[in-house]
């Protein structure tokens, strides 16, 4: 079984405009509200593509049943620790363009008490588990370290897999992880350079291999991906569709990688795997995430390269 963590759940409200004009009224043509959260993105995904996963996190008191209601509806099982206050609320805007702006919402703080819970969770859930994903923001009142923490309590035999953005994600390293997914972006971030060619975004991806990753998965938005475990290296080019949404495609990415992986796939595979389902995901409006009969349809059409 894969778990998959979610620490800050969100609302998501994508609407879809002809042009955002910042200071004038703007009209919406279309609107989609999904309950959402990047690990469970990840495991909704993983249950498309008939994995096995298990959702947990921290889940707020207003309106977090809705979020059970739409992971049952998936067949996903769930245990969450439930705290005050409602989710948060994330807004996006998506023009004619594709172009996406995003508003996203702080959320309510989250105690020491319900850490430790968490904690406390992970640590049996995990006992059942062969990989966990850790993915996403964190909390008002958690500190960056969480992720290391939480790492901390599973069996050692427990594959971790980390999809976060800076501290929190070279803090959490410091007790390995068997893949990470930055975007180019974040990996340049980590670089604190641009990174212009494949040679610098597989130098960079080193870096992250020296601090604890043993594969990292860069996404390149609609160019593809790269793979590396610093001995092989992979390109795979996504193939032209008509962009919807982008929200969701690299969430949709881990949970095709990692469910190759869990299989014994090579890295080539799972580069493809991943690269389908993040392409497959960017043909739906809003968060509705990829579907298993997109997934295949685009990975028949993808060729991988070594690099």
């Given at each position: 079984?894969?778990?998959?963590?979610?620490?800050?759940?969100?609302?998501?409200?994508?609407?879809?405009?002809?042009?955002?004009?910042?200071?004038?009224?703007?009209?919406?043509?279309?609107?989609?509200?999904?309950?959402?959260?990047?690990?469970?993105?990840?495991?909704?995904?993983?249950?498309?593509?008939?994995?096995?996963?298990?959702?947990?996190?921290?889940?707020?008191?207003?309106?977090?049943?809705?979020?059970?209601?739409?992971?049952?509806?998936?067949?996903?099982?769930?245990?969450?620790?439930?705290?005050?206050?409602?989710?948060?609320?994330?807004?996006?805007?998506?023009?004619?363009?594709?172009?996406?702006t995003?508003?996203n919402?702080?959320?309510?703080?989250?105690?020491?008490?319900?850490?430790?819970?968490?904690?406390?969770?992970?640590?049996?859930?995990?006992?059942?588990?062969?990989?966990a994903?850790?993915?996403?923001?964190?909390?008002?009142?958690?500190?960056?370290?969480?992720?290391?923490?939480?790492?901390?309590?599973?069996?050692?035999?427990?594959?971790?897999?980390?999809?976060?953005?800076?501290?929190?994600m070279?803090?959490?390293?410091e007790?390995?992880?068997?893949?990470?997914?930055?975007?180019?972006?974040?990996?340049?971030?980590?670089?604190?350079?641009?990174?212009?060619?494949?040679?610098?975004?597989?130098?960079?991806?080193?870096?992250?291999?020296?601090?604890?990753?043993?594969n990292?998965?860069?996404?390149?938005?609609?160019?593809?991906?790269?793979?590396?475990?610093?001995?092989?290296?992979?390109?795979?080019?996504?193939?032209?569709?008509?962009?919807?949404?982008?929200?969701?495609?690299?969430?949709?990415?881990?949970?095709?990688?990692?469910?190759?992986?869990?299989?014994?796939?090579?890295?080539?595979?799972?580069?493809?795997?991943?690269?389908?389902?993040?392409?497959?995901?960017?043909?739906?409006?809003?968060?509705?995430?990829?579907?298993?009969?997109?997934?295949?349809?685009?990975?028949?059409?993808?060729?991988?390269?070594?690099?």
């Amino acid at each position: 079984m894969i778990l998959t963590i979610c620490p800050n759940p969100c609302i998501d409200y994508t609407m879809e405009l002809e042009a955002l004009n910042v200071g004038k009224l703007n009209r919406v043509n279309g609107k989609n509200i999904t309950y959402a959260g990047k690990a469970l993105n990840v495991a909704i995904v993983l249950s498309r593509l008939k994995g096995e996963s298990y959702a947990t996190g921290f889940m707020f008191n207003e309106n977090g049943r809705l979020f059970e209601q739409n992971l049952d509806r998936e067949g996903i099982p769930n245990t969450f620790i439930w705290n005050k206050g409602s989710v948060r609320t994330n807004y996006k805007f998506i023009d004619k363009k594709s172009m996406m702006t995003e508003v996203n919402d702080k959320g309510e703080e989250v105690t020491q008490e319900k850490q430790v819970e968490l904690l406390e969770l992970v640590s049996n859930l995990s006992k059942k588990c062969d990989y966990a994903i850790m993915s996403g923001s964190l909390p008002s009142g958690v500190d960056n370290d969480f992720y290391l923490k939480l790492s901390k309590v599973m069996p050692k035999s427990v594959k971790k897999v980390i999809d976060t953005e800076g501290q929190k994600m070279l803090l959490a390293l410091e007790n390995g992880a068997v893949l990470v997914k930055p975007n180019k972006n974040e990996l340049e971030e980590f670089a604190k350079k641009e990174l212009h060619t494949t040679k610098d975004i597989l130098k960079a991806s080193y870096t992250l291999l020296d601090k604890g990753a043993e594969n990292v998965l860069v996404s390149l938005g609609r160019e593809g991906a790269i793979i590396t475990n610093g001995m092989k290296s992979y390109f795979c080019k996504s193939i032209q569709v008509a962009v919807n949404s982008t929200v969701g495609a690299g969430d949709s990415m881990v949970a095709a990688a990692i469910l190759q992986m869990q299989n014994g796939a090579g890295l080539a595979d799972i580069l493809k795997s991943g690269v389908a389902a993040g392409t497959a995901a960017i043909t739906k409006s809003g968060t509705l995430l990829c579907t298993r009969e997109k997934y295949l349809e685009v990975l028949e059409g993808l060729k991988v390269e070594e690099i």
